[in-house]
């Protein structure tokens, strides 16, 4: 990079400084993103093959050989505690959300860059106490449900108090872009003109600030209750163990959304781009992420319809939960319907679009079986749950961060990437995803129950179909990821200031940007989806 | 479309799978009709020789917006309340309901009846009558799940909980434990076993063995014959170090045995080991076990088996040190009293003769000698020197009446001294 420099390339937030101390140090929010990205993925990918060990377990009934019981307990664990508290949580808000908040709104950097820098390295803080509880692995699944959390190995202690100082990080990261959406946006840039993707950040940062605490509070008791003895979840001592899944869903409900809205944030960015067309809209999808937001504070119980709560909190909850999927619904008409009568480009990013539609409403749909009490009695901790909530966390979450990473790749990096690799990658990931889950959705329409080392013979074939599918989904993921680390070390060719012809803030700077991201502060005129022929008598105001 | 759920064996079975399928042609439809949209669009509007075409500036539509606001909620409240209905009648079990009492541990469900019959694992309800099952865990959150009744519910340790049912057909049906409870989870399973109003009613009040034995499943067989036929005394189930191997975690285990060879414990050395026990000893253990053959028809053989393979995940209790290595006494030193109680400890006559007064297997030690009694076939006794020497050297020949013929003999393990030293013993033991 020195030599490029040298060379008299214009300067940019890579080359300007070099060296590892000028990553170790930065305050750059751009450099902090991709210093997100590239820990986070490395835990994806952990988790990931702790999934595949799970899914080889899995493929035969009867135990494979490779693993106890027990170790497999472990793995189920490890596996979600690791993609949720360390992968998903931190997930398009810490990698993309860092990068592009202050690019999408003119800003220079966000509010506070120390603290942006802080809240890294307590995430780093958390993720080492994470791998440290490795050494005496917990068995509770990433719940960490009470009384059988007091009870089992030691592990709990630290990989609950990964947990809660990561909770630290995702705090002061949610507060740092709310004060930066208030207070930092450009001359001109309305609260009407933001792009979505910002809306999406917004609620999700609300999210972060106000659930964050309680599920703090609670791992802290949790730990509290192991070392001391106090009493409050332990039946033994007088305590109520559903208490813990109380405080647990209050934070970890909403916490699905902290996941799933960013990703809607960049649906909503990549369909009308790749379409050359306005968002259908406008303001319906923006207050439907605010929508969802609040609505998700009012729902966790629906995890415990079955956990011993009384029926009148039940049919309440139940209700509440049927609310959320109005703004949801609303959200992907709005999406398809920016697609009619566009110019579709069926880039890589677009693909992903669009196959998140398909995923999310299958995610969506299944959810109303699990919102709809009677039918909820069946399907509790089933495969069917397990199958829902990866079609929202993994199809949902994880494929719209991944078409987020390749949309803006080109101008984190300054290159282009394979498009047929990248387009080899998404087949792999759609096909291997979709085999894998589908075949868990009968599984629980069949009364398969999760959570289980092994299982009666019937199951075996949509089992074994369900493995090769998760291994397909992995070497996609491996592939797309690569795809994308080596353009970035060993790529030629360049990407230009904006490949898509986006009008958005971010795409009007050099690829990749300079230090302060403009070279003069930017004064907006116009909303973020001005495209097309505009039609007499509409406008967006 | 996707029919798949088990079979209808509950009366509100028919009324979840209703609004369930209803749940799923809607889904469908709009998944279909809308990505189905998309893919069209992606289609149509599709560029052209890699350039853009013109397009329309639209920014909504107020009256479309609305609609598509409107329809979902108009649906989402029916199937809300449809759903809600269903678990009105799931949650309010009938008044005149049989009441069965529930109590989960890890890992296993055992279940009460109202007349204090006992089962484990397995319940036996009648067709056509409404049951309630009060439900109660004793250490973590277990739950309870039938498939084919449509019900669950979490078993908690700090409240009671309930489910209910009216079962519709006869038959055998899986039940579940669907909260993670540890190790041995997926193995917490139990039946639910439908009889017609006849045989239930025989079944609940029909104590004898045989009926009771002919209605249990091979793992509860199994469990019933250990105790009855008194392997509890010298196998333990949960890892301790009794007489015999202890039968947590045997099945599958490697054993080497006292002639230096290595058995693996399957199907055919449990078999060969209740026929002919003294066949394969276990190193570090004693030829003690009396022969089962002629006694135990194959059926309950496998039936043991299968207890045995059930128990072959069980925690494992931290082995007791083995009581003849751990005092190495010198014995030329011991009064014949003390030898002869040592005696007694290594070769493990306490498992069927107690010090303390109470009737085991076989007559206490406690006033043993001197005492006078009739013997199995009728004749008297005197429990002196000579009938205590011939009891250790051919049991079979002068058992107690009210006493089985269980004792094996220990001609050739133990000397004259010895057994002198045994007898000393038993007589300080008043």
């Known amino acids: 990079?020195?030599?490029?420099?040298?060379?008299?390339?214009?300067?940019?937030?890579?080359?300007?400084?070099?060296?590892?101390?000028?990553?170790?140090?930065?305050?750059?929010?751009?450099?902090i993103g991709i210093m997100y990205t590239v820990t986070l993925f490395m835990f994806f990918f952990t988790a990931g093959i702790f999934a595949l060990l799970m899914r080889y377990e899995l493929m035969h009934a009867g135990p494979s050989g490779l693993m106890t019981p027990d170790q497999y307990n472990q793995l189920f664990t490890l596996h979600g505690a690791i993609m949720v508290f360390l992968f998903i949580v931190p997930g398009i808000p810490a990698t993309l959300g860092n990068f592009l908040i202050p690019l999408m709104i003119g800003a220079k950097d966000v509010a506070f860059p120390r603290l942006n820098l802080l809240s890294y390295y307590i995430y780093v803080a958390g993720a080492i106490m994470a791998l440290v509880a490795l050494s005496s692995p917990v068995d509770t699944g990433w719940t960490f449900y009470t009384p059988y959390s007091i009870q089992t190995g030691q592990g709990v202690v630290l990989m609950t108090g990964a947990a809660f100082v990561l909770g630290f990080s995702s705090i002061l990261t949610g507060l740092n872009f709310v004060v930066t959406i208030h207070k930092l946006r450009a001359p001109g840039m309305t609260w009407m003109r933001l792009p979505l993707f910002i809306w999406a950040a917004y609620a999700t940062a609300a999210i972060q600030v106000l659930a964050t605490p309680v599920v703090g509070i609670n791992l802290f008791l949790l730990i509290i209750e192991r070392t001391m003895g106090i009493g409050i979840?332990?039946?033994?001592?007088?305590?109520?163990?559903?208490?813990?899944?109380?405080?647990?869903?209050?934070?970890?409900?909403?916490?699905?959304?902290?996941?799933?809205?960013?990703?809607?944030?960049?649906?909503?960015?990549?369909?009308?781009?790749f379409s050359q067309k306005p968002i259908f809209g406008y303001k319906a999808v923006a207050f439907a992420s605010l929508a969802i937001a609040l609505i998700g504070f009012f729902v966790w119980a629906h995890h415990m319809f079955l956990s011993g709560i009384s029926d009148t909190s039940a049919a309440f909850f139940s209700i509440?939960?049927?609310?959320?999927?109005?703004?949801?619904?609303?959200?992907?008409?709005?999406?398809?319907?920016?697609?009619?009568?566009?110019?579709?480009?069926?880039?890589?990013?677009?693909?992903?679009?669009?196959s998140f539609i398909f995923i999310f409403m299958v995610a969506g749909t299944t959810g109303i079986y699990l919102a709809t009490l009677g039918v909820d009695i069946f399907y509790h901790d089933t495969y069917f749950v397990v199958a829902h909530f990866h079609y929202t966390m993994q199809g949902g979450a994880v494929i719209g961060m991944i078409a987020g990473l390749h949309f803006w790749f080109p101008k984190m990096s300054g290159k282009m990437?394979?498009?047929?690799?990248?387009?080899?990658?998404?087949?792999?990931?759609?096909?291997?995803?979709?085999?894998?889950?589908?075949?868990?959705?009968?599984?629980?329409?069949?009364?398969?129950?999760?959570?289980?080392?092994?299982?009666?013979?019937?199951?075996?074939?949509?089992?074994?179909?369900?493995?090769i599918g998760a291994f397909a989904n992995g070497l996609g993921y491996a592939l797309a990821i690569l795809n994308l680390a080596y353009t970035a070390l060993f790529g030629k060719t360049k990407a230009g200031r904006n490949p898509y012809n986006s009008l958005s803030l971010e795409w009007q700077t050099d690829s990749p940007p300079i230090h302060d991201n403009f070279e003069v502060t930017p004064i907006v005129t116009d909303w973020t989806y001005g495209y097309g022929e505009p039609i007499k008598g509409q406008s967006h105001h | 479309m996707f029919r798949y759920l088990p079979e209808q064996a509950s009366t509100f079975a028919p009324d979840v799978d209703w609004i369930h399928h209803w749940i799923t042609d809607i889904s469908v439809f709009f998944t279909v009709a809308i990505f189905g949209a998309a893919v069209l669009f992606a289609i149509i509007y599709r560029r052209r020789d890699g350039k853009d075409h013109k397009t329309p500036q639209i920014l909504g539509d107020h009256k479309l917006e609305a609609i598509w606001t409107v329809v979902p909620t108009i649906i989402c409240i029916f199937v809300a309340v449809e759903g809600l209905l269903v678990y009105r009648d799931i949650r309010t079990p009938p008044d005149k309901a049989m009441e069965l009492s529930v109590t989960a541990d890890q890992f296993s469900w055992s279940f009460e009846y109202p007349n204090g019959k006992k089962t484990l694992n397995e319940v036996t309800v009648p067709v056509g009558e409404p049951v309630r099952f009060t439900m109660r865990s004793k250490d973590v959150i277990h739950?309870?799940?039938?498939?084919?009744?449509?019900?669950?519910?979490?078993?908690?340790?700090?409240?009671?909980?309930?489910?209910?049912?009216?079962?519709?057909?006869?038959?055998?049906?899986?039940?579940?434990?669907?909260?993670?409870?540890?190790?041995?989870?997926?193995?917490?399973?139990?039946?639910?076993?439908?009889?017609?109003?006849?045989?239930?009613?025989?079944?609940?009040?029909?104590?004898?063995?045989?009926?009771?034995?002919?209605?249990?499943?091979?793992?509860?067989?199994?469990?019933?014959l250990y105790e009855q036929q008194n392997c509890i005394t010298c196998h333990s189930v949960d890892g301790s170090r009794k007489v015999g191997p202890s039968f947590a975690g045997l099945w599958g285990k490697k054993e080497k045995l006292t002639d230096g060879t290595e058995v693996t414990v399957d199907e055919n050395y449990i078999e060969s080991s209740i026929v002919n026990p003294n066949l394969q000893i276990v190193m570090g253990y004693g030829p003690l076990m009396p022969s089962y053959e002629g006694q135990l028809p194959i059926e309950d053989i496998k039936a043991l088996i299968s207890y045995i393979k059930s128990l072959e995940k069980t925690t494992i209790a931290p082995a007791s040190a083995d009581p003849v290595a751990a005092a190495p006494v010198d014995r030329s030193k011991l009064t014949p009293p003390e030898l002869g109680k040592l005696l007694v400890q290594e070769k493990a006559c306490g498992a069927c003769h107690s010090v303390d007064g109470n009737k085991l297997i076989g007559p206490t030690f406690k006033g043993l000698y001197g005492r006078k009694g009739k013997l199995a076939d009728g004749s008297s006794y005197e429990a002196d020197d000579e009938y205590l020497k011939h009891s250790i050297l051919e049991p079979m020949a002068q058992v107690v009446e009210g006493f089985a013929p269980s004792m094996p003999s220990f001609q050739g393990q133990l000397s004259e001294e010895e057994i002198a030293s045994i007898i000393a013993y038993i007589k300080t033991v008043n």
Not at chain 2, 156 to 185: D, M, N
């Open chain 1, 1 to 31: 990079m020195s030599t490029a420099t040298a060379t008299g390339e214009k300067k940019n937030y890579l080359n300007e400084h070099t060296g590892i101390w000028s990553w170790i140090y930065t305050l750059d929010h751009k450099r």
């Open chain 1, 233 to 273: 979840f332990d039946p033994k001592l007088g305590g109520d163990p559903v208490l813990f899944q109380h405080l647990f869903w209050f934070y970890s409900h909403p916490v699905v959304y902290i996941m799933i809205l960013p990703a809607f944030g960049i649906i909503a960015e990549i369909i009308p781009v």
């Open chain 1, 320 to 354: 509440i939960t049927f609310a959320v999927a109005i703004p949801t619904a609303v959200k992907v008409f709005n999406w398809v319907s920016t697609m009619y009568r566009g110019s579709i480009r069926l880039d890589t990013p677009m693909l992903y679009a669009i």
């Open chain 1, 417 to 467: 990437y394979s498009e047929t690799t990248a387009k080899i990658a998404f087949i792999l990931i759609f096909v291997g995803f979709n085999m894998t889950f589908v075949p868990q959705f009968v599984l629980g329409m069949h009364g398969m129950p999760r959570r289980y080392f092994d299982y009666p013979p019937e199951f075996e074939s949509l089992h074994f179909a369900s493995t």
């Open chain 2, 143 to 224: 739950s309870f799940f039938v498939p084919a009744m449509r019900v669950k519910s979490d078993v908690l340790p700090s409240i009671f909980t309930r489910v209910w049912f009216e079962p519709v057909k006869t038959g055998r049906y899986q039940g579940y434990c669907t909260e993670y409870c540890g190790a041995g989870h997926s193995t917490m399973l139990f039946s639910v076993n439908v009889v017609s109003g006849a045989e239930y009613d025989r079944w609940l009040n029909d104590d004898s063995q045989e009926f009771m034995m002919s209605r249990m499943g091979a793992e509860e067989k199994g469990m019933a």
